[in-house]
T-cell receptor, first 115, second 110 residues
């Protein structure tokens, strides 16, 4: 069974540009999470989807970030316009079911560099 | 707000040694605690998941314990090997999100 996949693996953009990150969860996993790790800091929660609905987006830093999960399958995270402080590694994770007791499976991450 | 701390930040041990990594969290109202391994440039690999009702979980040479009342978890690695070199992260799940520690960077010297 394929794990969580993320695309691209790396992205280098200039300040002010737009970038879209994609996450494909494990098939059948209703719950999808986005996290981010900026340099030297811990991994922090961004938002949580249950199927196509945003369950919790309290971790989204500002309105330059837009996440979608149309159809409840893959998700995209768009940053527009990107700022220098958006640089970091963006992780996606998925878990089956709606309980909080299930293991989360993480993707390899997208390393975003904003110049 | 939940805060997760991992000590030490870095650890270097000779091959074959047993070691313990520590994780503490401030809010005991967690659903579970998960230990991950991260290799340089790679994603997170789940090692062990301990439910809030459990005290420990074992997988091979790894044993993780959980003491909710004291807000602590430990990851015990037996007979360490160079291939165990990586960053180890613990994360406390509160029901809607994980709170991560900053990790312990482990180096096992052959």
């Amino acid at each position: 069974e394929a794990g969580v996949t993320q695309f691209p693996s790396h992205s280098v953009i200039e300040k002010g540009q737009t970038v879209t990150l994609r996450c494909d969860p494990i098939s059948g996993h209703d719950n999808l999470y986005w996290y981010r790790r900026v340099m030297g800091k811990e991994i922090k929660f961004l938002l949580h989807f249950v199927k196509e609905s945003k369950q919790d987006e309290s971790g989204m830093p500002n309105n330059r970030f837009l996440a979608e999960r149309t159809g409840g399958t893959y998700s995209t995270l768009k940053v527009q316009p990107a700022e220098l402080e958006d640089s970091g590694v963006y992780f996606c994770a998925s878990t089956i079911g709606t309980s909080g007791y299930n293991e989360q499976f993480f993707g390899p991450g997208t390393r975003l560099t904003v110049l | 707000k939940q805060e997760v701390t991992q000590i030490p930040a870095a650890l270097s041990v000779p091959e074959g040694e047993n070691l313990v990594l520590n994780c503490s969290f401030t809010d005991s109202a967690i659903y579970n605690l998960q230990w991950f391994r991260q290799d340089p440039g790679k994603g997170l690999t789940s090692l062990l998941l301990i439910q809030s009702s459990q005290r420990e979980q074992t997988s091979g040479r790894l044993n993780a314990s959980l003491d909710k009342s004291s807000g602590r978890s430990t990851l015990y690695i037996a007979a360490s090997q160079p291939g165990d070199s990586a960053t180890y992260l613990c994360a406390a799940f509160t029901g809607n999100q994980f709170y991560f520690g900053t990790g312990t960077s482990l180096t096992v010297i052959p």
